[in-house]
């Protein structure tokens, strides 16, 4: 392989270099430096008379006297099933001391779409056991759905309680975990690492550290290694994968960061343009293919700068992803876990894993009356703070009480309760029956009948 | 036919110089703007988008990953155009009328690259009967023959860009779309297929002013906010808000004879969907699975960019081409922002001089051209035909003073506001009745009062009225609660509430509600309007707001819309009312 040493310029992440052989775009670059060591780079822009290559890990010890290779391919990833178990640096090196991976197959990164007409329909109800989730914003198989937090509040214990208590009910299919950090803390590691191994999910996971202190830009390519796997898990080996992905605001900064390095007209708030199709090419790696075993269920984590739902990240991220999860501080401050604020929470899919057959025939028609009721006794807080709480009319209050009853008791739960749907259907079902039946607009008669409390006791006394 | 003469100076083998994502630069080639040209070894496709000196810039509609300089590049000498004719419906394209089935079996699940795939089907025989005679005289538009293609017949036309003449001959039987099946007597021959370059529109004879409303089964929209038939309408929202779902429910029950769905830039979930869902529907009209009259172009997020931003055009001729068979057409294209940003990425990597938020500065121009394509048209053979547009918005951030709503608003008729408030509170669809319009109220007007009532348009006047009141009375509850209220409007609160939560509200997934005809919306309103009626009424007999506001028939009213066949049932609640309202007239 022929080695360049024509760098004319480096800046930030990036390297140009000079009177080159011709060079494909996005081919994987190997810059030597004077110590022998090598740094791993991709072709973003390729021309006869320049080649501009982005960095995946810091400059530092590169020069004008470093040599160039292109390796005349895209980047590739070994993968294998002795993935499984191991602890892998943001850059794919294992890192837990063990041997390298035996690759059963090379695949490029980048990964290619889905067709859509190949896409099978996502309609396997996961029970997560927390109810906020189950209940009113369920999540089926080959879903991607996020969780949008803040700094400072348990996303990583909601993530993790999620891991640990996820089932498809009846199912006893294979699984993995693949869990990819980008720019996380040692501790915040620590944590998932810690409850990995307690629980015994370490073995059936495939971790990527890229922490805090590790190069900004190699984040770039962490997500992208991690989905690599997973497909590989997935649709080779049939398995069904979750990929929590933490923190995708620190691969928007390290993307952002690269922008401002190619001097690109910036997007919304410094973030380069094309990061809704950038993120599009990682979220959209999540489903089931028809015919296939396997399926990618994707849990990115995120937190929003400001707390700010309408930030670009949370935003770019709303629009591809199939809902989200919003954490709020407003519960967490009440002391209430976990703190999920329904309202802004949204699972696009859920109409295709709930019902008859699924979970139960009444589940939307509950979600949507508990979501109503809950909206308008919020609301009335706000009024209740103004002209206190007589001038309410007997309506409004029974409303406020159930707001206040639907965070104690259907939204706080334990760390480790694992409420089946049943249960949780059910919880709704109490606490809609404080409210008089004919203020259920949102629910048929026939399934008033059938599920209220009132009239369930009723049937069981006459039955 | 061809669609531009291939010009043997032009056709040209180049080499390229630069590849940077989805655009390169190619040189030593002649071109001309939006020439299709094959990129690169693999012969991707691609299109000219800018010419600069001896530099030839091209936008490239598949992956360039490993492309490299001095790699060939050839000139086809021909326009980015689809294939018009039997096979068109039911199908699934990409951005570029590549069938999404056919890609599969050429190179499985996930797409790859360098697979040309044509938008017909060639090998497929469609049994053509012909409409016209040999020695009759046809023009461009001229129906000439017809094939049951599905449930729907395609008309088989004289392309616009051929002149006509005599039929010398024409056949009857099984063909391919490549055969030919009529001659004219200046030597032109003609197939079942004719293609058309998707920048270009097709031409009509003239367009007319909407008068039909598209009847679409969803309250708030026939019942306030209509669009006509030719009508263009913007649907903007935050993320979560509805445009999605109001868009499938657009596709699914409105009274157009043939629906064009464009799944530009998002997800691909959403287009399986829609591929397992519309099968097993029935158009509420014939009977038949809604997919025979249905195209979908799915260009998903994750697609290549640049057949992105063909996409929309692609969709926009398919549905100009049915258009000019007679039939009312409606296009929903999911979503123009999506398509908006594609245009700006390539155009930032033009290093254009960007507009607004960097937008290329001929956003506007872009939009508005797009949306003129929609119309009610008098079309070349004579039909009366229609392509309604509704496409919906992404703002960032929801905010809707960004530039792709701001140029969007500008043009369009009809403004369905999605509000997160609503959304987030499950009132769907979350579209926001006091910023919402239609301008084409007025011309409609007739047609409601023909079709509908007579009394219809001033039971929707009354409506809004009593919402806009209650948005008034609201910012009052917000200072002194709703127990101060006069008794008069504490009745208006309860009106409006009744109207937002049995008229507004409708659920897509319910299996009843997820479609309302004219018939029940009228009913519906009517009851509603009823209650009010009866409740003032009461009120100046002295019955205190309590009673009033506690009479327990109205209650059941909100059922009515699960309620298939509602008619016994709402009759016994408005007789229940009166009985009701009378006691308590007595007893005051
Ligand atoms: N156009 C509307 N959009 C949303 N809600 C409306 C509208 N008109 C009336 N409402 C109803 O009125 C009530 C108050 O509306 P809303 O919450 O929008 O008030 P607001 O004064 O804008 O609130 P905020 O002070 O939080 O901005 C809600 O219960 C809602 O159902
Ligand atoms: N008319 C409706 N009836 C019931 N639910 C709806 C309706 N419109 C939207 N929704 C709900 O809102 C969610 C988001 O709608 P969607 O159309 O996907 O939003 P957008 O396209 O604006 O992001 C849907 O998944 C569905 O749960
Ligand atoms: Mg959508
Ligand atoms: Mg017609």
Redesign the interface.
Known sequence: MKEYRTITQIAGPLVFVEKTEPVGYGELVNIVLYDGSIKRGQVLDTSDELVVVQVFETTAGIGRDSGIRFTGETIKMPVGRDMLGRILSGGGKPIDGGPEIVPEKRLDITGAAINPYARGSPNDFIQTGISTIDGTNTLVRGQKLPIFSGAGLPHNQIALQIARQAKVPGSKEAFAVVFAAMGITKEEANYFMQDFERTGALERAVVFLNLADDPAVERIITPRLALTTAEYLAFDLGMHVLVILTDMTNYCEALRQIGAAREEVPGRRGYPGYMYTDLAGIYERAGIVKGKKGSITQFPILTMPGDDITHPIPDLTGYITEGQIVVSRELHRKGIYPPINVLPSLSRLMNLGIGKGHTREDHKKVSDQLYAAYAEGNDLRGLVAIVGKDALSERDRMFLEFADLFENRFVRQGYTEDRTIEETLDLGWNLLSTLPVEQLVRIDRDLINKYHPKFRQTAKAEG | MEVKAQDTKTTKTGVL?????PVV?AVGIEAHMYDVVKVGKEELMGEVIKIQGENIIIQVYE?????????PVINTGLSLAVELGPGLLTS?YDGIQRP??V??DKM?????RGVSAPGLDHSKKWEFRPLVKEGQEVGPGTVIGEVQETNIVHRILVPPNVKGGTVKSIRSGSFTVDEVICTLDDGTSLTMMQKWPVRVPRPVLEKMNPTVPLITGQRILDGLFPIAKGGTAAIPG???SGKTVTQQQLAKWSDAEIVVYI?C?E???E???V??EFPELEDPKTGKPLMERTVLI?N????P?AAREASVYTGITIAEYFRDMGYDVSLMADSTS?WA?AM??IS?RLEEM?GE??YPAYLAARLSEFYERAGRVRTLGGKMGSVSVIGAV?P????FSEPVTQNTLRIVKVFWALD?KLS????FPAINWLNSYSLYLDSLQEWYDREVSPEWNSLRSWAMEILQKEAELQEI????????LPEAEQITIEVARMIR??FLQQ?A?DAVDTFCDMKKQYDMMKAIRQYSDLAYAAQNAGVTPQQILSV?SK?EL??IK?IKDYVPALAKIQADMESEFNALRSAA
């Open positions: 110089k630069r590849i940077a994502g630069t992956d360039t990953s490993g492309i490299r300089p001095g790699e699934i999404l089935s890609l599969v499985g699940d996930f797409i790859q935050p993320f979560g799944g830039g997800r691909g979930n287009m399986t969907e591929l397992t799915a998903t997020s994750n697609m960019v999506r940003e700006r990425e930032s960007p938020e960097g992404s960032p951030g929801g905010d997160a987030q509170r499950r009132h509850v917000q200072l002194v609660g709703s127990d101060a939560e049995i659920n997934y327990r209650n909100p059922q699960f």
